[in-house]
């Protein structure tokens, strides 16, 4: 099992950005695709944004493309997710998990280890 922390979250104004970070611990994560998701107060949670585990490939929901960018420093066991350009729609708790595959998949049931979620707040 490997255990996550995400950190990085806070309240920004629209047009900002954050940088959110996923440390990893425990069992490597090195060969497993990471993700990172999100969920709104009364919504399900979403798919924001993937990576394999080499990062050469990566993988974006419509709502964040050009505008977010995902990345993972293996050595650091730490995956990262840039955010520029925030609007207040992108306001939710975000999560890292890790993928039980070695290729990108979007859904929550394919991912098998999530940490606690920070939240991102975004005032228009």
């Known amino acids: 099992q490997v255990q996550l922390v995400e950190s990085g979250g806070g309240l920004v104004q629209a047009g900002d950005s954050l940088r959110l970070s996923c440390a990893a611990s425990?069992?490597?994560?090195?060969?497993?695709?990471m993700g990172w998701f999100r969920q709104a107060p009364g919504k399900e949670r979403e798919f924001v944004a993937a990576i394999n585990w080499s990062g050469s490939n990566t993988y974006y929901a419509d709502s964040v493309k050009g505008r977010f960018t995902i990345s993972r420093d293996n050595v650091k066991n730490t995956v990262y997710l840039q955010m520029n350009s925030l609007k207040p729609g992108d306001t939710a708790v975000y999560y890292c998990a890790r993928s039980q595959y070695l290729g990108i998949t979007i859904t929550p049931s394919s991912y098998d280890s999530w940490g606690q979620g920070t939240q991102v707040t975004v005032s228009s």
């Open positions: 425990g069992r490597t994560f090195s060969r497993n695709v």
